[in-house]
């Protein structure tokens, strides 16, 4: 292995699996946003026949040429989706599923009809099963790259289009923006994304190359356009560290790899995004609830106040009604409130508001009321 | 004088059930009228088929005496509020600014300029020091009161909005009860999906109650009443039937 | 015809019907696209499977796939509920990490583990027939014939049992919820089911063609039939149809088994989609086509009514409005003018149209059911 990647070929595979990640974060903001991760998942397995016909009529194993007859067929796919949709019962999972499937029957039926038939060119045309990098060259990259641009600028052109297309599609259709057109502009770019994928990691893994930097990047902020260069820039990063991992040790089959490194980007953000993730939403909620509780016990001795002349009249702990099964949570919550300044310890031992206690629990009232 | 919003024998279908049959209606411009009526009585669609976003099976619909696509920039519109995913990544600015879109044309970016009216737009409806807010993080009613403001940055002549007081606390109806009569008063034409019965008559100037036909229109004191609404409501009325 | 062969189209037959039984519910509930994410996400429960068995369909290995379905249910389940990942996007997260650590398993264990990549997308029909199930020295025939067979034993006896419930929350949750039904309980016991089929159909078609066969039939019968057992007996009879001129497309075409019964699939669907009687895109062009004329011709004698013998009715009524304010091309309004002409709902009066004792009774009798 490390003596097929010279450090030449090395570069030019992290290259590419970079290029690979970022086009794909990007055109994937959309797709997760718009919820189409499924649609992404039917046309990458739907652009695999397309590379049997392209081969079989053209003879060529260029992939650019291949990547053509890909894309035809992804996109053709997408159409015969909407065809079943609009003009019968069936329902868009359905017609996703069957498309999906059937689409990758006719790719696999051409690709052992190919691999049985007598021509010497035939090899390796199943790479795109899985992606294979180490077949990438500096040729494919080249490819790669300009195709990638191309997508980039168009995103960047329309950027205000596609944001209103994917947000509220009926207002942008009242503004007579052509959103049929902007529609399939879309889909078209993620087409081209999935066949940018095709070498690295394959049609069956490269759905998770457009969600996955998605949902991670959709974690960490609330604006579009930082979502969009993170999701670009953790697509990138699974992109070559999946690479780079995967040489590090024998049998490590590079787009799995790659997808894996995504995965772990997403698990990550999923946990310890702030504000979002899930570590900081329970430590959100237990300070809620911690506020809930001494809230509650400031409110109760409020309410024993209000049965005499003075809302600072103090009650022995006992009184308190809040069910507590331990007393000691009761003790804290009131020590709390007493380092708040909100209750204070009369020499009996009875607890009483201080004025600003008092305050709080007006305040309390009034909101509850509303 | 040129009505505002002239409809002329609306009828739509989905599938072949017909969910508007032979709808008239003429709005004079300066008009805030209710449109009422039961559930699946059509008024969403009414709506969306006077902004082109539904084909009518037949009818002719003129705003401005021009059709919609020819006017599109003097038509204001406000969606349902449910009809959007509020968890999207964007800010109340930029939904703001959105409703500059239209003007702006391909490609150009909002400007200062275009902050400018749409921070104006969010002070009208009270909502100028939530320009930065994440949209998730509003309530139902400062929800509504952006998307008001993003079709007030358009700068209509006609105003087409659909339940704007669905779900909204009592402060956000009356803010939004003062926009509609200012853009009244400034000559506006408003026509708004209403549901509350109630405050039809302190609301509106005219109403339209609609269950499929047209069942009247016209000032809310003359139509408004008791018989009207009996036929509006009362009943409910099978769709017609499938000649099959 | 060889034994051989006949193994192969039985084997290829049964499977096919297996698959379709659990299918039918998925398209019904509109979950098809859970097939595609338990078909690819059982990888990894049966690699582990398979290297402690050695062989592709021992109950082990049903069982072990089943789990990481259910497994992958529950992991949707889980993401969709933290409100951070959007249904669409947490299912292809999912079971493209599943596979993704499936296909590294394989590489990892690839020289110990007779399991290719190859066997995990095309299946291996040919070589079932080799696999003999043998009890007390006795060979009783392919040993997956038995194990397909008996899941499809179970699931049918599952559906038949709870066939009452199974319908009733797949057409009305909430109603089978206040009966007492508990849908999510059906509901993972039918995913277990979809796990469980997946797998006993792995060793023959692979994991993408899966979906083929679990949502092709259904949806196919779902063009024909209304009703859910008519639905089920013709989604299984077409399945095995599909699986026997699959085999004989494979034989002519000399190309892989499993890819060519999902070409069957799409074929049968595609003409289905056109010709079936209710539902096909012929029928309902026809009836549409129909009904606008009819619609139309309601139309226009209702507008001629209720203008009729008032002040506009001059202009309301003349030939020309109809362009005018209906809207309708001239050719459709002549269209519908010399139809209802010819069904005498009116006649035409120099420039005018009049409506027809008959016209007018049409009008009243419409203007009631609306």
Known sequence: MEQFFNDYTLRTVVLGATILGGVSGVLGTFVVLRQQSLLGDAVSHAAFPGIGITFILTGSKVP???????????????????LITTHSRIKYDTALGLILSVFFGVGLVLMTFIQKSPNANQAGLDSFLFGQVASLVVQDVITMTVMGAIALVIVLLFWKEFKLLAFDREFAHSLVLPVRGLDFGLTTLVVIAIIIGLQTVGVVLMSAMIIAPAVAA?????????????AMCMGALSGAGGVI????????P????IVMCATAIVGISLTAAPHRGILWQWIRRSLQNRKLRSEAVLMDLFDLARTHDSLEYPHMERALRVIYPQTGTLRRQLSRLEGKGLVSKKENGAWALTPSGVQLCHRLVNERIQ | MQSAVEVRDLTVAYRENPVLWDVDLDVMPGTLMAIVGPNGAGKTTLIKAILGLIKPAAGRIRILGKPYQKVASSVGYVPQRGSVDWDFPTSVMDVVLMGLYGRLGWIRRPGQSEHQVAISALKKVEMDDYSDRQISQLSGGQQQRVFLARALVQDADVYLMDEPLQGVDAT?????????????????TVLVVHHDLQTVTSYFDEVLLLNIRRIVSGPVSEVFTDENLRHTYGGRVAIIKNPA | MSQFQLEIQLVASVVAAVCALPGAFLILRKMAMMSDAISHAILPGIVIAFFLTESLSSPLLIMGGALTGLLTVALVEWLRKTNLVREDAAIGLVFSTLFAIGIIMIAQFARDVHLDTDAVLLGELAFVPFDRLIIAGRDIGPQALYSSGSVGLLCAGFITLFYKELKLSTFDSALAT?????????????????????????????????????????????????RLSRMLIYSVLLAIIAAITGYWLAYLLNASIAGCMAVMVGVQFGILFCIAPQQGLLSTRARQRNQRWQFAIKMLVIHLMQHENTPEAVQECRIDHL???????????EGVISRAASQKLLRTVGETLELTPSGRQLAQEAIVHI
């Open chain 1, 218 to 230: 959709r974690q960490w902020t609330d604006r579009l356009g930082v979502m969009t260069i993170l």
């Open chain 1, 254 to 257: 590079t787009g799995p790899i």
């Open chain 3, 178 to 226: 206040t009966l007492g039904f508990i849908p999510g309980v059906l509901h993972y016991l039918l995913m277990g089911f979809v796990s469980m089929t997946a797998v006993a159909a792995f060793d023959a078609v692979g994991s993408v063609l899966v979906i083929a066969l679990m949502i092709g039939p259904p949806a196919s019968a779902y063009l024909l039939t209304n």
């Open chain 3, 323 to 333: 362009q005018d304010h209906l809207e309708w091309e001239e050719a459709f309004a």
């Open chain 1, 245 to 252: 991992f995967s040489i590090s040790a024998p049998n490590l």
């Open chain 2, 172 to 188: 956000t109806e009356h803010a939004i009860i003062e926009i509609l009569h200012s853009l009244r008063s400034s000559g506006k």
């Open chain 1, 64 to 82: 650019l040429i291949l990547m053509v007859g890909a894309g035809i067929s992804g996109w053709l796919a997408t159409a015969v989706i909407l």
